[in-house]
Structures are given as structure tokens and as C-alpha cells.
């Protein structure tokens, strides 16, 4: 026992033994006073009564005045050695027939005595006084003459200090108690040491107990509901102590698991290594679990779609023959058990060895407990099962269970998230390049193949064709018969264009009502001959409606050949454009191949516009104009994308009449520059203090100076630039990914954000993802037209968004043309939305 202990029991027990004394002392106070001034009352009263009697005696006898006095000097010197007192009072009567005699004056008492003639006994100031009248009687008369029966003659005053005989008590008591001292401490010191041998067996026994306690295991071990610390209440407290106890042992967690938890945590992060090598992830977190359990195996089962992935099972190293048929039997029951699985009849089970140095082992259904957890998301559509198989005691461990759980959960979520970016980069790549209503390849696409078939030509020196064939009188049939049917007639007009072209041609939907076919190798003879296989196939093509109507289909197609017609794959999709607005115009259902008036006269459109373009910079007529974003959430307009407009004559050009001109004569930057520098003077005009999108042209990327020039511009007309957003549209950037991804590093270190325009519409859309700090990402439009109608259109957005969610990058959703369609990105979360239902480009901005 610690010495501050034995003070504490020491300086209890001492004080415990004078609160004793001191209160013996208190009481014994109170009871010798109230004895003290019983006594002196009376004895007061008996000495008053005394003298009294004396005085009547004397008084019958005759008594002389020298008797008298001596009398009265031997009462008071009675009185002389101690603290009390008497007075003898003579009153009128007797002074008047024996004269005055020394006393003191009369107080009130005195005088009530004379008065009513009644004993007193009086407690005042710490004394008790006795007054007894000296009253007349019938033989008092003879000398008394001037007195009556029953007068006072006299007063006889007799006081008992009662201060002085309580102070005398106490002196006589602390002699007892300074002689009682050292029994006292003796008493004291006894006791304590008794109280102290008591506990100190049982506190040794206790604390060896504690001390012995190392790790968790030992902790469980413990048990104190045996000790006996020799007092109830203590015991009670221990009693407690051991309730605590067994309720930590259900929740205490060894250092090693809490760090291995710990470690489990950090394996959350997904990165780009782990969806590459997502096995080799699953054998490295097999083998650290188990630096802390048995674990022998873990077990993921995921399904995706409508496609059965195969099944793994990873040991922690080389099984026996007969352990690997135990466990696929246990796998079989669990896919047998799901409901997600109960289609699968086809599948194979793939065995990973994380350790295989070491010998084969053998397990018996006894010593496996399988662990498991499920996922299933309706988007994308996935579904597995991960487990762990472990040592069956660990499962019956309350704690080890936890640690399983949180290893499922880690394994389930990094198996499950590598499958679903596997599914959602397998939608976004299939997406990206194909148009998902027909299937065929979309308009990117198709450009980069047209471009590549010029250089196919060139490099084997043959020509070839180019078709732009559209469905004639589509928008009447589609307004007729609505929007569902206008989809099956485009997918039946599709069908039937890809079995009546060659097997070699190249077919894509590029926008709308309207295809675009290459036809490799081939002279002007051949390419008509296919042209005409088409039409006469399309012509024979007829679609019944839900109203049992029959709708013929016919097509109007534009010719151009390479190189005949044209050298560059802009000019040649021109011309074969043009040739189809021509077959149009003479009727539809027409083949049209280019004469050279017709090409003639394309090049001097294009001549004109280069003209415009050249005038409009030189007479500063090009005009920014913003178009309002809106947020979904509450229609809330803070965001403008700026857009380039040309004025001429009060009318205004759009963009996409002549920005391909602009690039091609290569005074995009300079157009750029003016409409940025405009747009800033507005915002500094109106205090705008929104965010602006701008359209950046992909030129900009090899203009060394630009972003020098845009930071000299935001800094000149103070422009927030973090409120300033980049757009770059997918398709034009894949060339330049190098170049591109320097330029967007350059423009987030100066303060500006950064966006990628027409999402989905290329190639890259993943690189995008993993590669730049993207800020917001726009849908391409052409997902969103019909996302009320395609269900591809929405799996793809839904794709996209959820994984824009998952990076923390908001989406804009281009061409919301309707108030269904604000509702249907509302339900999926996108973040804003831009197109005429929310508002057309205006000179200013939208409040």
C-alpha cells in the first residue's frame, strides 16, 4: 500500500477519534451547564431561604444594631473568595424606625420585589439571582410599628456566577484530554493499521491481476469478481469495476487490429494501377490479412449487365486438390443461394495463388467458415458477392467478426468499382463512337474515317466516293406519327442501308435524318451503281404505324468523288452536301453527282465567307452574345456560355456558318482574342458576377502567347478568372493530347477552370477523366435531344454522371430543348442545363 494511502486511513481514523472526543466535550458542556444552574438555583434559593429564616429568628429575639450588623458582615464575608454575591435591601418602613444603612440603589427587580412581595429566581448576563422579601407578620408588628401585616420590610439579593463555574469545567476537561492524548493516538494508530493489513492483501492480489494484463487476449482473461477487498462498499465499487469489465471485453481491439483496420482504410483509394491490376491488388490484401487472421481464401462473384464474369478465388497459397473442389462446392451453394445468379448456369471458376513458395494444404468443411457480402446497383447494372474464408473460431470472435466485415466491405467495394468503370468506360467508348440509335459510327467519328481514307488513297493511288443521304420528308412523317415512331422508321432506314451497301463501305448516321457513306475503291461508274442498289432498296422499304398506315420510305443522296471532286476532306463533304440539298430540290428521291459548275460553285461560297470573315475582323463586327445555364435544382441562372456572332446589316450570323472558314484561313485566334476582350468589358460594364464558359478554337493550343494574352485581358478589365471557364470541345483535342494537357495545366495555375464541351463525342473520354483537372463536363447535345425516348441516350448520361459524381465534376447538359427533359435530368442529378428551353443568346447577360 502507497504511503499517501496509509496518511489517508491515518488522518481518518484521527479525525474520526477526535470528532468523538470533541463532541463527548460539546455534550458534556451542555450537560454540566444545565446541572450548574439547576444547582445554583438551588442553592440559591436554600441559602436565601436560610438567611431568611435567620433574620426572622433574630428579628423575634429582639436584636440590637450591633447585632444586626454583625450579622450581616459575617454573611457577606461568606461570600468574599468566591465569584457570587448577596445584598441585603432595607426597605422604607424599617428606615424610618431604625434608620438608613449603606446599599446599593434599587433596580427593577428590587423594586417589584417591594411591591408584590413574590420569591424570584432571575438568569441574567451569566448569573442566577434569588430575590426572597422579607414580608411582616403579626409578631414583627410590636417593633415594627409603622408597618402592617404582610408589608416588605426587606429584600434579601443572593447571585451565582454562572461563567465562572462553565469556565472552570472546561479547564478541569482539557486536563483530562491532554492526559487522554496519548491513548487517543494510540487508538488511532491501531485501528489504522488494522484497516491497512485488511486491504493491503486483497490490493496486492488485485493489482498482480491488472499487471499481468498485456494484450486483449489477456484482458479477457481477467477476472477480479473473486476479490474481496474486506469491506461491503469497497466491494460493491470492485463489483462495478468487474461489470465494466466484462462489457470492454466485448469491444476491445488488439493495437495489431487497429492498425490493420487502419490499413484497410487507405485501400479505399482507387487508382488507375489498381483497375489495371486489380488481382494482383486482391493477392497483396489477402496475404496482409493475414499478418493479423487465418484467412485462407477471399472469393469475388460479379455479374455485369447481362454478361457472366468469370468467378475468382484467391488463396493465400497452394491448396490441395481436394480443398479446391470444397471450395467451388461452397462457391456453387453461394451462387445457387443468390438471386442475382440464379440465370447463371455457365461459369468458371479461376483459382489466383498469392504465396505459391509454399507447401500444399489441406482443409476439411469443418475448419472453413465463409463470410460474404452482396452489391447491387441498377446503374449501371451490377451485381456480386465477395467472401473470405477464415479459421471457423475467428467468425465466433465478436471483434475478428467486425475486422471481416470491414475486409468485405474493402473488397467489395474496390472489386465492385473496378467493374462498374470497367462498364462505365465500356459504355462511354462504345458510346463515344457510335450513334446508340442505330449503332452505326456518329459524325466524329465519321470524320476522322473520311480523313483516313483520303490518306489510304493517296498512299495506294485508287479513289473513291462519298455519299450524304437523307431520309426524304422525315420531319412531316415524324410530327405525324410522333417521336417513337420516328425512331423505328430511322432504325428500319438504317437496316436497310447497311445490307444494301457493300460489306467494305463505311456507313455512319451523321445527324438527325441524315447518313454519310464512303465507298472505298472505287470509280464514279461504281460508286452510282451503289448509289442506285440504295435507293432501290430504300424505295422498296415500307413501315406500318400503330394506326395499321404504311409509310414508304425514299432518300435523297448527294455524290462526290476523291479526288476528282475535291482534295481535302472538308471540301469533298461539302460538295456531296450540296449535291444532296440539290437532289432535294429537283424532287427527292434523286442520285446527284457534282458537274463543274457545282463545284465551282461551292468554292466561291467558300470564297465569300473567307471574304466575310476577313471584313468582319477588319471592321470589328464581330459581337459577343451569352447564352443563360441554368441550375437544375432550383432554375437559378448564374452561368453565361459566350458565343461569337457576326453582324452585318442588322442581322447576325452564327458560328457554325463561318468558323470553319476562320480556321482554315487561320484568324480564329484573332476573332477569339476580340470576342474575350468584349465580353470582359461587359462584365466590368454590369458588374457581372456569374461564371462565363468560352469557347476556346483547338488553335489556341499552339498559340504560345495565348494564355499570356487572356491573363493581360482578366487582369486589365479585373475579371474574377476562378469565374472564368474553358471550353474545349472532345473530338478536336485528341491529335493534340500532349499539347492539350500542358495548355490546361497552363490555365489552372493561372487561376482559370476548365471544361470539356460535347462530352462523349470522341474517342478519349476516359483519358479526359484520368488525365486533366476537369471542372465541369458538357453532354454532348446529341445525348440529350431524345433522352426521353432512347433509353441508350440515358443509360449514357446516367454513365456519365455518375461517374462526373464520383469525381467531383459537375455536368452541364447541352440542347434542353423542353420542360420533360429538365425533369429527366433533374432525376438523374445533373448539375445544369443549357439550351432554348432555358434561354436563346442574347447581347447581355440574363438576371
Known amino acids: 500500500m502507497t504511503s499517501s494511502l496509509k496518511k489517508f486511513i491515518f488522518t481518518i481514523m484521527l479525525s474520526l477519534t477526535l470528532i468523538i472526543f470533541i463532541s463527548i466535550y460539546i455534550f458534556s458542556s451542555y450537560l454540566h451547564t444545565a446541572l450548574s444552574q439547576k444547582e445554583a438555583i438551588k442553592t440559591s434559593d436554600a441559602v436565601a431561604s436560610q438567611i431568611h429564616a435567620s433574620m426572622y429568628q433574630l428579628m423575634r429575639k429582639g436584636w440590637s444594631r450591633e447585632e444586626m450588623q454583625d450579622f450581616m458582615e459575617s454573611i457577606k464575608h461568606s461570600f468574599e473568595n468566591s465569584s457570587n454575591e448577596i445584598n441585603i435591601y432595607r426597605g422604607e418602613n424599617v428606615e424610618e424606625l431604625f434608620g438608613k444603612i449603606p446599599q446599593r440603589p434599587f433596580d427593577r427587580d428590587i423594586v417589584q420585589a417591594f411591591l408584590d412581595g413574590q420569591k424570584k429566581v432571575i438568569e441574567h448576563n451569566g448569573f442566577i439571582t434569588t430575590l426572597m422579601p422579607m414580608v411582616s407578620k403579626d409578631e414583627c408588628l410590636s417593633c415594627h410599628t409603622n408597618a402592617n401585616e404582610n408589608t416588605v420590610l426587606g429584600v434579601i439579593e443572593i447571585k451565582y456566577n454562572l461563567a465562572a463555574m462553565t469556565k472552570e469545567t472546561e479547564r478541569n476537561y482539557w486536563y483530562f484530554f491532554l492526559a487522554a492524548l496519548p491513548f487517543i493516538l494510540l487508538i488511532t494508530f491501531l485501528l489504522s493499521r488494522h484497516v491497512r493489513n485488511k486491504l493491503n492483501k486483497s490490493i496486492i492480489g488485485f493489482a498482480k491481476k491488472v499487471d499481468a494484463v498485456n494484450t486483449v487476449k489477456d484482458f479477457r482473461n481477467l477476472d477480479i469478481a473473486d476479490t474481496d477487498l474486506g469491506f461491503s462498499e469497497l466491494n460493491d465499487i470492485l463489483h462495478n469495476v468487474n461489470l465494466l469489465s466484462e462489457k470492454l471485453k466485448k469491444t476491445a481491439v488488439d493495437k495489431e487490429l487497429l492498425e490493420f483496420e487502419i490499413r484497410i482504410f487507405d485501400k479505399f483509394i482507387i487508382t488507375s494501377s489498381i483497375v489495371k491490376d486489380w488481382r494482383e491488388y486482391i493477392k497483396d490484401l489477402l496475404l496482409e490479412i493475414n499478418t493479423v487472421m487465418d484467412a485462407y481464401s477471399l472469393i469475388t462473384m460479379f455479374r455485369v449487365g447481362d454478361e457472366a464474369y ?86 465466433k470472435d465478436p471483434i475478428r467478426h467486425i475486422v471481416i466485415d470491414g475486409i468485405l466491405t474493402t473488397l467489395i467495394n474496390i472489386v465492385g468499382s473496378v467493374k462498374a468503370i470497367h462498364k462505365y468506360t465500356e459504355d462511354l467508348e462504345y458510346y463515344a ?35 450524304v443521304i437523307d431520309c426524304d420528308n422525315f420531319k412531316v412523317i415524324n410530327d405525324r406519327y410522333g417521336h417513337s415512331f420516328g425512331d423505328k422508321y430511322l432504325q428500319a432506314f438504317a437496316g436497310t442501308l447497311e445490307i444494301s451497301k457493300r460489306p467494305e463501305d463505311i456507313v455512319a448516321r451523321y445527324g438527325g435524318d441524315e447518313f454519310a457513306l464512303i465507298i472505298p475503291e472505287c470509280d464514279e461508274k461504281e460508286a452510282c451503281k451503289v448509289a442506285k442498289s440504295i435507293q432501290s432498296a430504300i424505295e422498296a422499304l415500307k413501315i406500318q404505324t400503330e394506326q395499321k398506315a404504311q409509310v414508304q420510305a425514299t432518300a ?45 460553285k461551292v468554292f466561291k461560297e467558300t470564297e465569300e465567307k473567307t471574304i466575310l470573315v476577313l471584313d468582319a475582323i477588319k471592321h470589328n463586327k464581330i459581337v459577343p452574345h451569352f447564352q443563360p445555364i441554368a441550375k437544375i435544382e432550383n432554375s437559378q441562372i448564374n452561368i453565361h456560355e459566350l458565343l461569337m456572332r457576326i453582324e452585318i446589316e442588322n442581322s447576325l450570323i452564327s458560328a457554325g456558318e463561318f468558323i470553319e472558314i476562320a480556321e482554315n484561313i487561320g484568324v480564329i485566334n484573332s476573332m477569339d482574342y476580340m470576342v474575350i476582350e468584349l465580353a470582359f468589358k461587359e462584365i466590368n460594364k454590369t458588374n457581372y458576377d456569374g461564371i462565363l464558359f468560352v469557347n476556346l478554337s483547338p488553335k489556341s493550343l499552339i498559340v ?79 445525348f440529350i435531344i431524345n433522352i426521353d425516348k432512347d433509353e441508350k441516350d440515358m443509360a449514357f448520361v446516367k454513365s456519365i454522371v455518375s461517374l462526373a459524381k464520383e469525381l467531383g465534376v459537375k455536368t452541364v447538359a447541352e440542347y434542353v430543348e423542353n420542360k420533360e427533359t429538365i425533369e429527366h435530368l433533374k432525376n438523374m442529378d445533373v448539375d445544369f442545363a443549357q439550351g432554348y428551353y432555358i434561354g436563346r443568346p442574347s447581347s447581355s447577360f440574363r438576371k
Open 433 to 467: 463512337t457510335k450513334d446508340p440509335l442505330t449503332s452505326f459510327y456518329n459524325q466524329r467519328v465519321f470524320r476522322d474515317m473520311l480523313e483516313n481514307e483520303i490518306v489510304r488513297s493517296d498512299r495506294h493511288g485508287y479513289s473513291f466516293g462519298l455519299f
Open 704 to 782: 504560345g502567347e495565348f494564355i499570356d494574352k487572356i491573363n493581360g485581358l482578366a487582369n486589365k478589365y479585373k475579371i474574377d478568372k476562378s469565374k472564368i471557364v474553358f471550353e474545349i470541345t472532345e473530338r478536336e483535342t485528341v491529335k493534340n493530347f500532349v499539347l492539350l494537357e500542358k495548355f490546361v495545366q497552363n490555365l489552372k495555375l493561372q487561376g482559370f477552370s476548365f471544361a470539356i464541351d460535347d462530352f462523349g463525342s470522341g474517342f478519349s473520354t476516359f483519358h479526359y477523366i484520368k488525365k486533366f483537372p476537369i471542372d465541369y463536363i458538357k453532354i454532348d447535345g446529341e
Open 310 to 395: 468469370d468467378i475468382e478465388v484467391f488463396w493465400r497459397s497452394l491448396p490441395s486438390e481436394k480443398t479446391l473442389k470444397l471450395m467451388e462446392g461452397i462457391v456453387k451453394k453461394e451462387i445457387k443461394n443468390s438471386e442475382y445468379f440464379d440465370d447463371l448456369v455457365q461459369y468458371q471458376i479461376i483459382h489466383n495463388i498469392a504465396n505459391k513458395d509454399k507447401e500444399p494444404f489441406e482443409l476439411s468443411i469443418e475448419e472453413i467458415e465463409m463470410q460474404t457480402k452482396s452489391i447491387f446497383l441498377e446503374t449501371p447494372k451490377i451485381g456480386g458477392i465477395v467472401g473470405i474464408s477464415v479459421q471457423s473460431l475467428l467468425v
Open 556 to 600: 435523297s443522296i448527294g455524290a462526290a468523288m476523291y479526288p476528282s471532286h475535291a482534295k481535302t476532306a472538308k471540301e469533298l463533304f461539302n460538295i456531296a452536301d450540296a449535291m444532296m440539298y440539290r437532289s432535294k430540290r429537283s424532287g427527292k428521291n434523286a442520285i446527284t453527282f457534282p458537274e463543274q459548275n457545282d463545284i465551282l
